[in-house]
């Protein structure tokens, strides 16, 4: 919970997070690191010693498919993928579940705001060069 109310701040206890659209979650809560427009670029990327990647073309890196499911899950963050390598961000899907308060209904809240996420991020694919 450290990670999620350093980045959040206290007025996410007055709104919970599942109250906010997924471009407004994105914006207190990811582009600190991926930047306001998703390209990686947030004030916090040029401290990490990993490339923040660009959120922006990840259909395009796909070969224009956006794999829906496989971005729900590396934002969710709870179940690990031993071939993608060490986790580099936080473990949102557990910060959203706190958030929520823990409880018999927080997990259908947390599949709501990552959905809202993940759909906000496909909004913001450009599209592919020729």
Not at 71 to 90: C, F, L, S
Request: some cysteine; glycine content about 10%.
């Amino acid at each position: 919970m450290a990670v999620f109310m350093m980045l959040a701040g206290p007025a996410t206890l007055a709104t919970e997070v599942v109250d906010f659209s997924g471009q407004e979650n994105f914006q207190r809560l990811c582009a600190a690191c991926h930047g306001l427009t998703g390209k990686g670029d947030g004030p916090v990327a040029g401290m990490l010693a990993t490339t923040v990647p660009n959120l922006t073309t990840i259909a395009e890196r796909n070969g224009g498919v956006f794999p829906r499911q496989i971005i729900k899950n590396v934002i969710d963050g709870r179940w690990t993928i031993d071939a993608h390598g060490t986790r580099r961000m936080p473990v949102w899907g557990y910060e959203f579940w706190i958030a929520e308060g823990a409880g018999e209904f927080s997990e259908m809240r947390v599949s709501k705001i990552l959905d809202d996420l993940v759909n906000y991020l496909l909004s913001i694919q450009v599209e592919p060069t020729v």
